[in-house]
């Protein structure tokens, strides 16, 4: 059993008055990590510690925090397969992924360590007498809230963006992997100047709390509910809101493409991590050409797929992050049935302890069920039948969110009409995952806004100055 503890002003242990909470394992259903509670005060008390360590860090040359941050990533490498187990233990992702994701997170801090310093401002050209330039300076205090789904692939990025850049962070993991959240915090911690970084531990209102401080920038990566809630804070305060949120990706299969194939596409990017990423496939707009025979062979993946525990080996899907989320995902496949759907395969609540769910294949849906409108987060392919690649496009289009995309088509126009035309951050033609080394997108409408990722998170958190030098006295130096 994990016993997590809080981080404010370089004292581990510190807070806790606000209560406790106990994690179950999504597995089994047994206490996997106990959690301290920040009270509003400890959250105030952190923040201001914080601030109190700002100068010194911001002040810190790029290339020792670059150093500071090589080191952090040291001890976070150092301890990856605990940071594996305990995600695995709390969120229940099969442990070859935690694994992936763990090493996905290292790799982020050392590409922040090697890309930051090397980073400058720009010169300007004013008259002979003045020297004029631009220089990038850290923003101050940053809260980092991150989510549940991919908890240290995730937060490794904005810690590791912010930290270097010369911030200090206040970072609250969420209430679903806080023990991940601690160890992580614990590893880097042991590698920064006391105070640079603190961890706060709760639920949304130990969230909300900390986006309401006084703080530089709120970074969110999770649901779009809550950063509305936070943008809206942000509003309050003056912060500087980095939003990175859901998505309800469509997948499109045009009609010249193996529908076998494109059966493999679907079911990877509706089931992976359950169903649990971000950029999930969410709605599938399939031509009718080849549309029986994707079904046909999307339905047999489906059912071929072995369900069970993360930390057994043999799993594929492992279990939904808890039930309050598997009632969420299985009431919109009920309600879309409801309404017309055909359940093709799995919708079905399996007996047993743990928050499993089937690979669920649905057909017959339509733009409007919430199942296919909202994100469901959940191991479910809606199923929706097109006539032309026209059709699919606007349909595709036509959504309150505007993550990612992708498209299945032999067709190099379809392929550009698609980059091109969807409003969407990320397009991705023939891969439903994938994609080169720092390529960051800047998320659209309900999805969010400002680069989450890549070499721009690096500007996201630094504010420029402009400086102009002239000689005294209208003189010569
Ligand atoms: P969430 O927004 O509920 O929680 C994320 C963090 O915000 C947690 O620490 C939580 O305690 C905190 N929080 C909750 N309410 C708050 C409030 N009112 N004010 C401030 N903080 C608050 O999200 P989640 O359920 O943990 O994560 C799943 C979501 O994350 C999905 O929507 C998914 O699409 C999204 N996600 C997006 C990306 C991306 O890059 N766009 C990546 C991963 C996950």
């Not at 220089?135 to 809230?145: D, N, T």
């Not at 498209?407 to 698609?418: C, I, W």
């Not at 402009?466 to 006295?473: D, F, K, M, N, R």
Request: with cysteine; hydrophobic share 45%; glycine share 14%.
């Amino acid at each position: 059993m994990y016993r997590v503890e809080q981080l404010i002003g370089g004292v581990w242990g510190a807070g806790g008055e606000g209560g406790e909470f106990v994690v179950a394992d999504p597995a089994d259903g047994t206490p996997v990590s106990t959690v301290p509670v920040a009270t509003e005060a400890e959250v105030a008390k952190a923040v201001g510690a914080a601030r109190g360590a700002a100068a010194g860090w911001a002040a810190t040359a790029p290339a020792d925090r670059a150093a500071a941050l090589h080191r952090a990533a040291d001890a976070v490498a150092a301890v990856a397969e605990d940071l594996a187990l305990a995600t695995t233990a709390e969120m229940g992702k099969p442990l070859p992924d935690a694994r992936g994701g763990v090493a996905a997170g290292v790799g982020s801090l050392r590409q922040y360590a090697e890309l930051a310093p090397v980073r400058g401002g720009r010169t300007l050209h004013g008259g002979r007498d003045a020297v004029d330039f631009m220089a990038p300076e850290p923003r101050g205090v940053v809260a980092v809230l991150t989510p549940w789904n991919d908890p240290v692939a995730v937060a490794c990025g904005l810690l590791g963006a912010a930290l270097v850049t010369g911030n200090v962070v206040v970072f609250k993991p969420s209430e679903r992997t806080p023990a991940t959240g601690w160890l992580l915090a614990k590893a880097l911690d042991s590698a920064l100047p006391a105070g640079v970084l603190s961890l706060l531990t709760g639920g949304a209102a130990v969230g909300a709390a900390l986006a309401g401080q006084e703080v530089d920038v709120v970074a969110h990566v999770g649901s779009t509910a809550t950063g509305r809630a936070i943008a809206a804070a942000c509003a309050r305060t003056g912060a500087k809101a980095l939003l990175e949120n859901g998505g309800s990706d469509p997948l499109i299969v045009d009609a010249d493409v193996d529908p076998t194939w494109a059966a493999g596409q679907a079911a990877m990017g509706a089931f992976a991590n359950a169903g649990q990423i971000c950029v999930a496939v969410e709605r599938i707009y399939v031509h009718r050409a080849v549309a029986g025979e994707m079904v046909a062979a999307l339905v047999d993946l489906a059912g071929a797929m072995r369900v069970g525990p993360g930390q057994d080996p043999e799993t594929e899907l492992g279990p939904l992050v808890d039930r309050r989320h598997r009632d969420h995902v299985h009431g919109q496949v009920t309600a879309a049935v409801a309404a017309g759907a055909r359940l093709r395969a799995g919708g079905i609540l399996p007996d047993g302890s743990g928050a499993f769910y089937p690979p669920t294949v649905v057909t017959d849906c339509t733009d409007e069920m919430p199942l296919v409108r909202e994100e469901t987060f959940g191991p479910v392919a809606p199923v929706l039948v097109v006539d032309s690649f026209d059709e699919a496009l606007t349909r595709a289009a036509c959504s309150p969110y505007g993550l990612a995309a992708t498209v299945l088509t032999g067709s190099m126009s379809h392929a550009q009409r698609a980059w091109r035309e969807l409003p969407v951050g990320t397009v991705k033609v023939n891969a439903v995952f994938g994609g080169a080394p720092g390529g960051a997108a800047q998320p659209r409408r309900g999805s969010g806004q400002g680069f989450g990722y890549g070499p721009e998170l690096l500007d996201e958190f630094t504010t420029t100055k402009v400086v102009h030098l002239a000689a005294p006295g209208g003189g010569h130096w």
